[in-house]
């Protein structure tokens, strides 16, 4: 079986969870804006990782653009984000994005990491005024995406990237 990873990574954490899914596969990993649809689709089973952003998964326009021609694939998302997992919020991001043919597709959460100092001046402006306007808000009806963002200070840096969330995805494969 041939495979091969693809990831969308703008902090890093979607390629570190990549590269220890390549290390237990086998299988090359490709940076989605280099990725070849006529190369890709030699392989039995392509993985897609993208960080959340907005609800969105990064990286993704890859595959919707490009899945008319994957037809019989083994088809495996994952997507990083600041936030513990919660099954509620998950849930809405897949069926935020993975619609029409890309429905139905198995789709893995993975914590990622939180810098303010690497993120990009409108990602740490954003965050900035979300986490003033949270912090006039009770704690205890944060949601869990807010509850992520206030939980490391604005100067802090969040790492919750483990190996073990790629558990999952390996048994997919």
């Known amino acids: 079986m041939s495979g091969i990873i693809l990831y969308k990574s703008k902090y890093g954490a979607t390629k570190k969870y990549a590269d220890w899914i390549a290390e237990r596969t086998g299988f090359s990993c490709v940076e989605t804006d280099d990725a070849d649809i006529k190369k890709i689709v030699d392989y039995d089973v392509i993985i897609l990782g993208g960080g959340i952003y ?5 990286g993704l326009s890859f595959l919707k653009k490009n899945i008319g021609k994957l037809k019989g694939k083994k088809i495996i998302l994952f997507c990083c984000g600041a936030s513990p997992y919660e099954q509620k919020a ?12 890309l429905a139905g597709l198995p789709c893995f959460y993975c914590r990622g990491t939180f810098d303010m ?19 006039k808000k009770n704690p205890e009806d944060y949601e869990v995406w807010e509850k992520g963002l206030m939980e490391v200070g604005e100067d802090e840096r969040g790492d919750w990237t483990d190996k073990s969330y790629i558990e999952p995805i390996i048994e997919a494969i």
């Open 54 to 58: 907005a609800s969105g998964i990064s």
């Open 90 to 101: 998950f849930e809405t991001v897949v069926q935020h994005n993975l619609k029409d043919e």
């Open 117 to 135: 100092s690497a993120m990009s001046f409108k990602d740490r402006t954003l965050c900035k005024m979300l986490r003033k306007m949270l912090s």
